[in-house]
């Protein structure tokens, strides 16, 4: 019985020293963006005093005024925004299409397309760089937001790959009872399959949704003109201009940036985590 | 698919054999550009970082992540915390790379925390040539801890309770258990993790090309893709980039392929199958 009370004991204060070093790397994880808006709020002299105040006094709001009126960040959430809405759902379309038609359709040679099409997944962006900026040169499509969504919503073998191991698991049964009743193709993925995956398209819709946003090597290549600019694209020509001099303004102009995607993190961090969860490796 | 995949794959191939300056018409050239590229000490210098940053980001990044993912695994809440660890990798790299450059400030808390430990003056990272590597992985590190957490979180939980159980019975203790049976059990998802996050240090750019501005002091952190980036589109040699493309690719399949090789050894899958 002594034991057992000792065992007990042990047991909570085992887990009182988890909670304890999980409290830090927490913090740890999370102390760049309180330094980050802790920064914002300082005035300019305050942070040229050495040492550095931890604590701004007095704070301020100006940066954030200075940060909204300096460079369009309005402008760039709409964009970034509608870009990741249009590449989203041309994507969970395209890919769930491909995914049925991979998973079920047997033809000559699907094994084989399958194949190659999966391979084409080993070839990182950065590879085809220089020729995708010369295709996108050729379409007319650089300085212009069409660079950015027609190729990712046509062309995203991982999200393919994705919906056809989701369609795998859907049990045959479904579309036999389709087929029965005369449904064609068209008719059973519409009807059948694409209401049936809705989980799956939901955690894709996710990993896009955040890989999109956080694009920058493509838009820095392809996009000029300051109106086109997404958000991050954004932040980096506005910290170019003002970094090695106001401080306070680059980080307002980053919480700007920032403050709204943990935001919404947090309120969908359920259904994000678990997205994240189950397609193992993608959000990259 | 094809237009925008494989053509820019196959004209990539092209253009690392041949000379072109993007206005005028190609011609051929043998291996001249991989003869450049070759005798391009930049190119060695950039093989060289991003080797580098991935042999030190991939083990230390999945090690603190096993770790953590294991003691949240004992926790019946635990959603606070992977909130505060996964908030960075909702985060744009370019806002990473942004806040990270006032932390590794001379005068940050940080460098100033890190002197005071070890008794030196606080470091200036980013104007350091060798601190300028480091703190690209340790920014890589913490951005993509989150999503490392997450994925062995969920591999840990898919392990039977049974045979923690029948472990702990056989008299097991908490280390043994650790080194034993979870780490074996989440072997295959360990081997999936290290040639993704592999395959996407190979590719390390956003931070070098903000944190490190272009690159760091004296090319200190010059990556292959910044390397690509430099040639193409700031010096207009797509002939030249095109070829580090291509080593950039041959890299990234050998090591994939070594990886692979060698997960026969160490990667114990549950059914016996491979």
């Keep these: 019985m ?110 084989v397309l399958f ?50 191991q989701f369609v795998l698991s859907l049990p045959k049964e479904l579309e036999e009872a389709a087929i029965v009743d005369g449904a064609g193709r068209w008719r059973i993925f519409w ?36 109106g086109l600019f997404t958000v991050p694209l954004l932040l980096q020509s506005f910290s170019g201009q003002f970094g090695s001099i106001n401080y306070g303004l680059i ?13 919404a993190f947090v309120i969908g961090q359920r259904r994000i985590l678990n997205s994240m969860a189950a397609s193992g490796l993608g959000g990259r | 698919m094809a237009l925008f995949v494989i053509v820019p794959f196959a004209a990539s191939l092209v253009l690392a054999f041949a000379n072109w300056d993007g206005l005028n018409a190609l011609s051929w050239a043998g291996l001249d550009n991989f003869r450049y590229e070759l005798a391009d000490p930049l190119l060695g210098r950039s093989i060289i970082n991003t080797l580098l940053i991935a042999v030190i980001t991939v083990p230390v990044g999945l090690g603190f992540a096993v770790v953590i993912a294991v003691a949240l695994e004992k926790l019946k809440t635990r959603t606070l915390y992977l909130v505060l660890i996964f908030s960075p990798v909702v985060t744009s790299s370019v806002a990473v790379a942004v806040i990270w450059q006032q932390l590794l400030r001379e005068d940050s808390p940080l460098s100033r925390a890190v002197g005071s430990i070890f008794h030196i003056p606080p470091p200036d990272w980013l104007q350091d040539p060798h601190l300028a590597l480091i703190a690209v992985c340790m ?89 690509i980036y430099d040639l193409g589109f700031g010096k207009f040699q797509f002939g030249p980039a095109s070829a580090a493309s291509v080593i950039l690719l041959v890299l990234t399949l050998v090591i994939t392929a070594v990886q692979f090789g060698a997960q026969k050894k160490f990667v114990h899958y549950e059914d016996g199958a491979a």
Aim: charge should be positive; avoid cysteine.
């Design chain 1, 2 to 111: 002594t034991t057992e009370r000792v065992g007990r004991a042990g047991e909570v204060s085992r887990r009182i020293v988890v909670h304890i070093v999980l409290s830090i790397v927490g913090l740890a994880m999370v102390f760049p963006f309180i330094w980050m808006l802790l920064t914002s709020l300082k005035t300019l002299p305050q942070q040229l005093n050495q040492p550095l105040d931890f604590w701004p006094s007095p704070a301020t709001f100006q940066n954030y005024i200075d940060a909204w009126n300096d460079a369009p960040f309005a402008q760039a959430y709409f964009n970034s925004i509608y870009i990741a809405v249009l590449v989203v759902i041309g994507t969970l379309i395209t890919a769930a299409m491909a995914g049925y038609g991979f998973a079920r359709i047997k033809f000559r040679g699907s094994r």
């Design chain 1, 115 to 164: 194949v190659v099409f999966l391979a084409t997944q080993m070839i990182p962006t950065q590879v085809t760089l220089i020729p995708f900026y010369f295709l996108m040169a050729k379409l007319g499509w650089v300085d212009s937001h069409l660079s950015l969504i027609i190729p990712a919503a046509l062309a995203n073998p991982f999200a393919v790959f994705l919906m056809r």
């Design chain 1, 191 to 226: 009807g059948v399959i694409l209401p049936n995956l809705r989980p799956g398209l939901g955690a894709l819709a996710v990993i896009v949704a955040l890989s999109t946003w956080n694009n920058f090597l493509l838009p820095l290549v392809l996009l000029n003109s300051q």
């Design chain 1, 251 to 263: 980080m307002a102009g980053s919480a700007v940036a920032t403050i709204p995607m943990l935001i």
């Design chain 2, 139 to 227: 920014v890589s590190i913490w951005s993509s801890m989150g999503l490392n957490v997450i994925i062995f979180l969920a591999g840990l939980q898919n392990i039977s309770p049974s045979l923690i159980e029948a472990a702990r019975i056989d008299g097991a203790g908490a280390i043994s258990l650790f080194f034993r049976i979870r780490l074996p059990l989440l072997s295959p998802i360990m081997f999936f993790a290290t040639v993704i996050a592999f395959i996407s240090s190979l590719q390390t750019f956003d931070t070098v090309f903000i944190l490190t501005s272009n690159a760091g002091p004296d090319n200190a952190t010059r990556t292959i893709v910044y390397h």
